[in-house]
């Protein structure tokens, strides 16, 4: 399969690999997989706290090139956002950036799934409270 | 005319407990009836006609000799697809489940980066055969208590049991995944994850 150069290139250099302490303030996990072919995803966001923008993102996949890449973009598209600016990206998206063939969409749908499923962790975990009082909470 | 499904080629009902040596005459049966060699002098469109329903036939069979592959064209069936792709509902696998087997995988990834000596693969083949136990364990569930639980359900039953029918398959797909990812790595072969997937 000729994955495009995008992909290749998000597949050679990830970006965002790793990971926050999941009880870290602000942090949002989303762990997600799709048995069929195997792929597990990780995707974690970490939201200021104050602003509810998202600071930095972390990725760790387990699957083909183009969950990879998937994921990797992802990250690079959270960073920057607000929560509510990040629940509007689509598995479509992904697709037209990285130009994934119609085998590979799931991987794309996979990385959407990770995403919301980051963010509504987040939202359990510090979306209840005011911006404000979660980082005091955070914090005493 | 509608195409008929894999059960009812068999005149069975859409159950999960079948017996096997019945099948298996029937397939015989039908797999005579139906040959191309004993079509010789009828007319085309019947012998077209047979040759459809002897391909039907195999196909029927394979799906539904195998107690699990029986599971997995039931599901298939009664979410009218006939492919793997576009399921309807995603299965889910217990959230404890895939945090185990991305742990799993961490620990495989690093100790592939910094070689495998003999102490990590002493704890990996042990990991290994807890998983093997494990899917053993869940192929006896799929083939025994959630069968029975399909073929004594009610109708306003069945979607649960075929939704926990759908977990249980995708929970045995994660874990033959990581499985195979242990004895690749176990056995020397250098496979990237990345590429023995797809």
């Not at chain 1, 479509?92 to 509504?120: N, Q, Y």
Request: negative net charge.
């Amino acid at each position: 399969m000729a994955y495009s150069d995008k992909v290749v290139d998000h597949y050679n250099n990830p970006r965002n690999v790793g990971s926050f302490g999941k009880d870290t303030p602000g942090v949002g996990t989303g762990l997600v997989g799709a048995p069929e072919c195997g792929d597990v995803m990780k995707l974690q966001i970490k939201v200021n706290l104050e602003t509810g923008v998202i600071e930095d993102a972390k990725f760790k996949t387990f699957g083909c090139g183009s969950a990879i890449a998937s994921s990797s973009l992802a990250t690079e598209w959270l960073k920057g956002r607000t929560v509510d600016e990040a629940a509007v990206i689509k598995n479509t998206d992904i697709v037209t950036e990285l130009k994934l063939p119609p085998v590979k969409i799931h991987c794309s749908v996979l990385a959407e799934d990770a995403i919301k499923a980051a963010l509504a962790d987040y939202k359990t975990k510090w979306g209840t409270q005011a911006p404000a009082e979660a980082a005091a909470s955070a914090s005493s | 005319m509608r195409r008929m499904n894999y059960f009812e080629v068999f005149c069975l009902d859409r159950k999960l407990g079948i017996d096997a040596q019945a099948l298996q005459s029937r397939f015989y049966e039908l797999s005579r009836r139906w040959h191309p060699d004993f079509q010789q002098g009828r007319t085309p469109e019947a012998q077209a006609e047979a040759l459809e329903r002897s391909a039907l036939v195999n196909a029927a069979y394979r799906a539904l000799r195998d107690p699990i592959a029986r599971v997995e064209y039931l599901v298939r069936l009664a979410e009218g697809r006939d492919t793997k792709g576009g399921a309807v509902v995603k299965p889910k696998a217990p959230p404890e489940l895939l945090e185990e087997i991305f742990e799993l995988l961490e620990t495989l990834a690093e100790a592939r980066a910094g070689g495998l000596d003999d102490d990590r693969r002493a704890e990996l083949a042990v990991e290994r055969d807890r998983l093997v136990k494990r899917l053993a364990a869940e192929e006896d569930r799929l083939k025994g208590s959630l069968a029975t639980a399909w073929d004594s359900a009610t109708p306003a039953d069945r979607p649960r049991v075929l939704a926990a029918l759908k977990d249980a398959l995708a929970v045995r797909a994660y874990l033959r995944t990581v499985i195979d990812d242990l004895t690749n790595a176990l056995e020397g072969q250098e496979s990237d994850a990345a590429h023995h997937r797809h």
